[in-house]
């Protein structure tokens, strides 16, 4: 039999899941490269992939519980913070443990409270120290997967990765076999994950090395959903009220030495455990820093001075030791801080604190980032995973008729512009462009920064009619070629420009009405 491709996409998702029908064909049922196919296929339905990771104590957990909004994943140095950890939208929670053969067993949960003992004051912790395995005899759990009913999770699964500088090695592999396999001596299996958060505490060669392993494993597009995130942010300042402000200057340092050399498209401060403590801000947290606000600045300073001073039993503050230490534990030095100014320039209720603290946390900036670069580009991240994963599987099982189908999904790695546009997002959060403040901002928006949808990337209103759309992106166009164009425009804004016209020709293609040629067939003699 032989493979023939006719005709045009459309869309990357469709296309790529036909070329993993039309190649699982050329494999015996059960085979390896088989059941590697029909994995490939099975995500491209699935919700995207993204996985944090990061050097060991960089925050990883604790970012989860911030983005989920609940306190599920175990951030304690437990074993299940030395496992991968799968978190999927479910409609009950469960825990699942799973040996590398697939057998399962059921993971006990247990509450538990926080160092401080206060009620309230608990997280989850997965005791796997009796697991009853399916098949009876005791194994080895290889990842765990936890079924939430979290909003958060119903368009994205997260993966929670040990650290990738752990001190055992088999802890640190665990990541690898999830992120690069072809390092780890998996050449034919993808990588786990569509995407990836990393999170930073410094930039040493370490944390460079593991990028470029993730950039070498994304192919002929590069590593086209990483997002660097400098995690613990308020630590840079020393819990100072203008921690952020510092931790940005050196997230700017960051993005300016990662994205030259194209190792993440964007680095973004985030404060995390203050992030985590907003999301879940109770009434008693608020009344504690409502009571602390009328301690007089300077003596409230001087309490604030470390964490110990600020839970002695003989500073005569207005809340009690154990308070202040659950307040400690829960926000930091800085989120206190923050929370105090909040509501001595007029926060007057906990719904208003806790957004305020999530806007000044960073993670609200992380979130859309997320949404622009991640959520918006699921299909094509999905199927950027899935074609480097059939490039990869059928390159190492060569002499079936799939080979034939290597060309055409080489072109598409090549040539999928939405990378390009998150190429391009990336360096313009860092670098300037020679252009009018207007034109940066269309720019901005035509490359799909405030969203994908057509009438964002043209800004027009969503009730606009076709005809409109159309004829704004036939301008636009004609607007960014001739930009492209200019005499005295360096490479790197003549390549902006061009990405922007390329956007542009995308959205009169779209607005065209769809042709009904198949794209691919298999035909057999």
Known sequence: ????????????????????????????????????????ARRLDQPLRVALAGQLKAGKSTLLNALVGQD?????????????????????PRVTAFAADGVRANVVVRRQPGADGLPGAHGLSFDLSALRWDSGAAREVDHLEVDWPAAALARTTIIDTPGTSSLSREVSMRTARLLTPEDSGSAAAPPGADAIVYLLRRLDAADVSFLERLGATGGDSGPLGVIGVVSRADEIGAGRIDALHSARDVADRF??????TGLCQSVIPVAGLLAFAAATLR??????????????????????????RFARSDLPLPVAPELRAHLTARFGLFGIRMAVTLIRLGVRDSATLAAELTQRSGLDELRTVLDVQFAQRADQLQAHSALTALARIVSAHPGTPADQLLPRVRTLLADVHGFAELRLLGRLRTDE????????TELYRLIGGAGVAPHLRLGLPADVDSATLRAQALAAVRKWRARARHPLADQFTANACLTAARSAEGLVELLREPPTTPLLRLRRP
């Not at 993005?255 to 030259?260: F, M, N």
């Open 255 to 260: 993005a300016g030495e990662l994205e030259r």
């Open 433 to 440: 462009l020679p252009l009018p403040a207007d034109d940066l």
């Open 1 to 40: 039999m032989s493979f023939e491709v006719t005709g045009t996409a459309q869309g990357i998702v469709p296309e790529a899941r036909r070329l993993v029908a039309a190649a699982r064909q050329a494999f015996a049922p059960r085979s390896r490269p088989a059941a590697l196919l029909d994995d490939c």
């Open 283 to 308: 009434q008693r947290e608020y009344d504690a820093f409502e009571a602390l606000a009328a301690v007089s600045a300077e003596e409230l300073s001087g309490a604030l001075l470390s964490a110990d």
């Open 72 to 92: 599920i994943a175990p951030t304690d140095a437990t074993e299940c913070t030395r496992m991968v950890t799968w978190y999927r939208h479910g409609s009950a």
